[in-house]
């Protein structure tokens, strides 16, 4: 079995932060105003089973940010991720052309997209699409769609 650790780097790393962001396309405003959405939206997760909170939030190309968090059910596999609530938020109001994705949450590691957020998000946005993935320290890694899971 193969094990690949994933490289984290520290949003109060400047040269981290701007490296990152040369590498995807941000701006460092663009990167710092995704993490502190998708930070803020994490306070809105409905997770009352895994207590688990996740927070999205989606840059459109247009320079809208739209948030999500998960939503959970009873019914475990009746509840979504954070992920899919931003997006499908987002292409509601019309949005159809997606910059980056940030997600957060309290863990001490960052977490990748599971694979029907993968998929989901692949529906709309191509495999250079980047994923930023931060966690409960502003650590964070960042990979494009079509490297997470791979
Ligand atoms: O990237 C992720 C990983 C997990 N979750 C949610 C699903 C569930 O509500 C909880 C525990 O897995 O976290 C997300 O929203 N996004
Ligand atoms: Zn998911």
Do not use: W
Not at 32 to 55: D, I, M
Not at 71 to 97: I, K, Q
């Amino acid at each position: 079995m193969e094990s690949s650790a994933v490289q984290t780097y520290s949003s109060t790393n400047a040269a981290q932060v701007e490296a990152a962001c040369a590498l995807h396309g941000l701006t460092q405003d663009e990167f710092r105003v995704l993490h502190r959405e998708s930070v803020a939206a994490k306070e809105l997760a409905y997770c009352p089973y895994s207590k688990f909170q996740v927070g999205a939030a989606l840059l459109t190309r247009l320079g809208k940010y739209i948030a999500g968090a998960n939503m959970e059910n009873a019914s475990y596999p009746v509840g979504t991720c954070a992920e899919r609530v931003a997006l499908a938020r987002a292409h509601m109001d019309g949005h159809r052309d997606f910059k980056a994705i940030a997600v957060v949450t309290n863990s001490t590691l960052p977490a990748s997209p599971c694979g029907m957020c993968r998929q989901f998000m692949r529906e709309f946005c191509d495999l250079s699409f980047p994923v930023l993935m931060f966690d409960a320290n502003g650590d964070f890694a960042v990979m494009k769609l079509g490297e997470v899971g791979a």
